[in-house]
């Protein structure tokens, strides 16, 4: 039974967030990294010079004490993903958070879509005229929320300045090797040659894959919508030659049936694939 829902947690931490204290990081100084509750956060880049055709990668970078966890843009039984205003120079524009494949984080009774010890969010930068001259100014204004055995909502002011100044340029390799990690654990599309499926029972949705290989015997399926799939409820598996079935538990909240399933797929081996399972009804429950 799904105890807190994503909703109800929001309004908590919308209630928390106007105590006066509870925003540990809040700071009209804009930094490039600061430290908060049980976490830290920063901007880094993955090259110093944009790219008008590839535009420039930057990275939010988050570091978690251990034990705590952020979320992903679903956060499953309870919690809020990160959220972000950006504050570019005129002609550039900053698309979505591109999120990588998340980890269940068990909160019993709970089970939560996150991640812990270190997650970077990568985000592309587009120009759409001349470069500003001088110093370029990238800011963020961060909010997300930290959890353990309690949630605890954080926000920060970040600033990165291009061309970069030092010790940051000398950071330079390794923030591009983090934010390229990153872009890599993002879900790529399925393969064409895959087959997807999905039927509707009385209290379960049954989701298939015919693959190109043997099916293994081991997946994940993380739903991008809330409310659909109770998160806490185990995910049963059945591989059978190249075909894989995972059956998955209605939530409580579910008011309507969806037209498909929309999520991420993700395997042992780290892959991680973006797929949308159309729904129809079991005939065979006729």
């Not at 509870?22 to 880094?44: F, K, M, N, P, Y």
């Not at 090797?177 to 393969?191: D, T």
């Not at 379960?204 to 998160?231: H, T, W, Y």
């Not at 409820?233 to 049936?257: C, F, N």
Request: hydrophobic share 40%.
């Amino acid at each position: 039974m799904q105890m807190i829902s994503s909703v109800g947690l929001w309004w908590v931490a919308v209630l928390v967030a106007g105590l006066p204290g509870t925003w540990a990081a809040g700071s009209d100084a804009a930094l490039r990294q600061v430290r908060a509750q049980h976490s830290s956060v920063e901007l880094i880049v993955a090259d110093e010079e944009p790219d008008r055709e590839r535009g420039l990668w930057i990275g939010v970078r988050f570091r978690l004490d251990p034990g705590w966890h952020i979320y992903w843009k679903n956060p499953g039984d309870s919690g809020l993903p990160p959220s972000v205003n950006w504050q570019l120079p005129p002609g550039v524009r900053a698309a979505e958070f591109e999120w990588p494949a998340p980890e269940r984080i068990p909160v019993d009774p709970l089970v939560n879509y996150g991640y812990s010890g270190e997650a970077v969010l990568p985000v592309r930068l587009t120009f759409s005229c001349e470069f500003p001259s001088g110093t370029m100014k990238i800011g963020a204004s961060l909010r997300w929320l930290v959890c353990h055995e309690t949630c605890i909502p954080d926000k920060a002011s970040l600033q990165i300045l291009l061309p970069l100044g030092e010790p940051d340029r000398r950071q330079l390799p390794e923030w591009r090797r983090q934010v390229m990690e990153a872009r890599n654990k993002v879900p790529r599309p399925l393969p064409k040659s895959w087959k997807t499926g999905a039927v509707s029972r009385a209290e379960v949705f049954v989701i298939s894959v015919r693959m190109d290989r043997p099916a293994p015997e081991k997946a994940l399926f993380f739903p991008s919508d809330v409310g659909q799939v109770n998160d806490s409820a185990p995910q049963e598996v059945v591989a059978v030659g190249r075909d894989l079935k995972i059956t998955l538990r209605k939530s409580d909240q579910l008011s309507s049936e969806p037209r498909a399933l929309r999520g991420v797929l993700t395997f042992p081996t780290g892959e991680s694939y973006a797929a949308e399972f159309p729904l129809r009804p079991d005939e065979g429950a006729r």
